[in-house]
């Protein structure tokens, strides 16, 4: 890639964020709650993640609006700027906004020119040399759509970066561990094989977006890389963590991306409500070591979770395992692979495994998964089972 490659990185990681995220509020009786981000702030302090050797802070910009005109249609930006102030008509709803999910909220534009604008920061930090790793807390909007809002998302900011990523040369994998299924950022990448999209989520079967079968493979030259790994309900660490090595570290030797760009939705916790997974904290943190561990450069973004405390716990860990910091906590070392904690108010969570008949159905199914992915993926990117 560029001179990025060549100059080592000054720090291991950067948090990209500002409290005017935070405070941006969609309403009492919307799930999605910004104020997630300061949670975790609080929480990265009090294990004292924020500062020292490794680690530096960005207060982000609000991106231009031309930063999302190379992602969105011009059109949808601009009835969203209108329901920005308030405006709810027959256009808005047309593209998706004036809707329970995606209701007209004042100055939601700002919001997403800001939230984008942190993570135009990330793809500026891991570019120019400030960090390996950056993590935007608010951010993952992979719901929008080029031309409509859906499922809390207005604007794509990821989408936004891949745009920004490509129109350098760079090549983009995105992984996205969001409970939901990456709809928005594989529709606008369907066809391009200079990003590998690879999504694991809780089977559209059960959970919205109700698609991202392993059947969606891509179209055209982008034939084979879109990778989509349904998981059923109650798949938990153990079903997870073996579904992801199997797949993601060999995709990602083969594909050789510049930059990953990461979906950490914290949706797929166990005490999620809205989605029907079991993962715990600890898998988190595992996940995104694996990650950073794969990337040569890393652009974090938070997504969904929607029990607050639990996904700042989540991605408090996220932040440790970028940084290549070992929290001081209840953790307790590993055990059978797992990490677990011996507090419940710590941040790794005890061990929750499914068990039975569902893990089995699980365990079944992530591995037919799996197999699809190596018999039909695997030889067209070149990618060998480990
Ligand atoms: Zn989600």
Redesign the pocket.
């Known amino acids: 890639m560029s001179s990025a490659e060549t100059v080592p990185p000054a720090n291991l990681a950067a948090l990209i964020h500002t409290d005017e995220l935070a405070r941006f509020d969609y309403g009492d009786d919307h799930p999605f709650k910004p104020l997630r981000a300061r949670t975790t702030i609080e929480l990265c302090a009090r294990y004292g993640l924020l500062d020292g050797p490794g680690v530096v802070r960005i207060a982000p910009q609000a991106a231009e609006p031309a930063y999302l005109e190379r992602f969105h249609d011009p059109a949808y930006l601009a009835v969203l700027r209108r329901a920005s102030g308030g405006v709810h008509d027959v256009a808005a709803l047309a593209r998706g906004i004036g809707t329970e999910d995606c209701p007209v909220l004042r100055g939601i534009w700002e919001f997403c020119l800001l939230a984008t604008g942190a993570t135009q920061a990330c793809v500026a930090a891991v570019l120019d040399g400030t960090a390996r790793r950056a993590f935007n807390l608010v951010g993952g909007f992979?719901?929008a759509f080029r031309g409509r809002a859906e499922?809390?998302c207005y604007v794509n900011d990821a989408g936004a970066a891949i745009e920004d990523l490509l129109a350098r040369g760079l090549r983009v994998a995105y992984v996205d561990l969001?409970?939901?299924h990456g709809n928005g950022v594989q529709d606008a990448f369907y066809a391009e094989d200079r990003v590998l999209k690879i999504s694991l989520?809780e089977s559209g079967a059960t959970l919205?977006p109700f698609g991202g079968a392993e059947t969606e493979l891509g179209a055209g030259r982008g034939l084979g890389f879109n990778v989509n790994v349904p998981l059923l309900e109650r798949t938990d660490d153990e079903v997870y963590l073996e579904t992801f090595e199997a797949l993601v570290p060999p995709l990602l030797e083969a594909f050789r991306p510049d930059v990953v760009v990461a979906e950490l939705?914290a949706?797929?916790h166990v005490s999620d409500p809205?989605?029907h997974l079991r993962l715990t904290s600890g898998a988190y943190y595992r996940l995104v070591e694996r990650l950073c561990a794969l990337a040569p450069r890393l652009v974090g973004l938070g997504?969904?979770?929607?029990d607050v405390f639990r996904a700042a716990r989540c991605w408090t860990l996220a932040w440790a395992a970028m940084a290549e910091r070992e929290p001081q906590d209840g953790y307790a070392g590993l055990v059978g692979g797992m990490m677990f904690g011996s507090e419940n108010d710590g941040l790794f969570d005890r061990p929750s495994p499914t068990t039975g008949a569902a893990k089995d159905r699980a365990r079944a199914e992530a591995r037919r998964v799996v197999e699809f992915h190596r018999r039909s993926v695997f030889p067209r990117l070149g990618a060998t089972s480990p």
Request: aromatic content about 16%; glycine content about 28%; overall charge negative.
């Open positions: 992979h719901h499922g809390f969001d409970a939901h989520h919205y939705g949706d797929a809205l989605s997504g969904g979770g929607y």
